[in-house]
């Protein structure tokens, strides 16, 4: 059974910095794998997806890679604003493409 | 194109109601979904279908029940409504095609009292 882990589980930083956000999964037989945002109340934004033969995909200030032989991914965020602020979930593909989700990182970014 | 569209968006039921949480889709996906996230939690499947006719359990199944008549369409129904059921509902929908997005709605807020 997969299993995700998001590291850390919340974050406070000043506005300006660049934040790293950890993402692990136990099994690596993965087909893709999507970073997401949720904001309070809200629904889930696509980021960013990685398909199973790219190791890195990138969007604006954001940067997301995947190790899959490591079962770990990591979403860069660079000159993080206070806009940033919201819950990040990461979620591998596993069989007839079902997502599995990690419980997220929560990101306060204070100006 | 509207994308995935979920009703109600708020619902407050009674211990032993039932209802059903409607999604629809546009964008003729096959794949489709249906999660519920429990306070500070991740998403977990409850039930997902990979075309009309077609639907199979995830892994929180129990106490819900789905169909798929159409491609459009994936309700999710609720018989006999517990306070375990007080979650917030996301249905979903994918192409299929490996370099595709999945889709989500707005969520569906349930409270069981």
């Known amino acids: 059974k997969q299993e995700v882990t998001q590291i850390p589980a919340a974050l406070s930083v000043p506005e300006g910095e660049n934040l790293v956000l950890n993402c692990s999964f136990t099994d690596s037989a993965i087909y893709n794998l999507q970073w997401f945002r949720q904001d309070p109340g809200k629904g889930l934004t696509s980021l960013l997806l990685?398909?199973?033969?790219?190791r890195e995909q990138t969007s604006g200030r954001l940067n997301a890679s995947l190790d899959k032989s490591s079962g770990r991914s990591t979403l860069y965020i660079a000159a993080s604003q206070p806009g940033d602020s919201a819950t990040y979930l990461c979620a591998p593909y596993t069989g007839f493409q079902k997502l599995v989700f990690g419980t997220g990182t929560r990101l306060l970014v204070s100006p | 194109n509207a994308g995935v569209t979920q009703t109600p968006k708020f619902r407050i039921l009674k211990i032993g109601q039932s209802m059903t949480l409607q999604c629809a889709q546009d964008m003729n996906h096959n794949y489709m979904y249906w999660y519920r996230q429990d306070p500070g939690m991740g998403l977990k499947l409850i039930y997902y279908?990979?075309?009309?006719?077609?639907?199979d359990k995830g892994e929180v199944p129990n106490g819900y029940n789905v169909s798929r008549s159409t491609t459009e369409d994936f309700p999710l129904r609720l018989e006999l409504a517990a306070p375990s059921q007080t979650s917030v509902y996301f249905c979903a929908s994918w192409t299929g095609a490996s370099g595709n997005t999945i889709y989500f709605g707005e969520g569906s807020w349930l409270t069981v009292v």
């Open positions: 279908s990979v075309g009309a006719g077609i639907t």
């Open positions: 990685i398909q199973s033969s790219q």
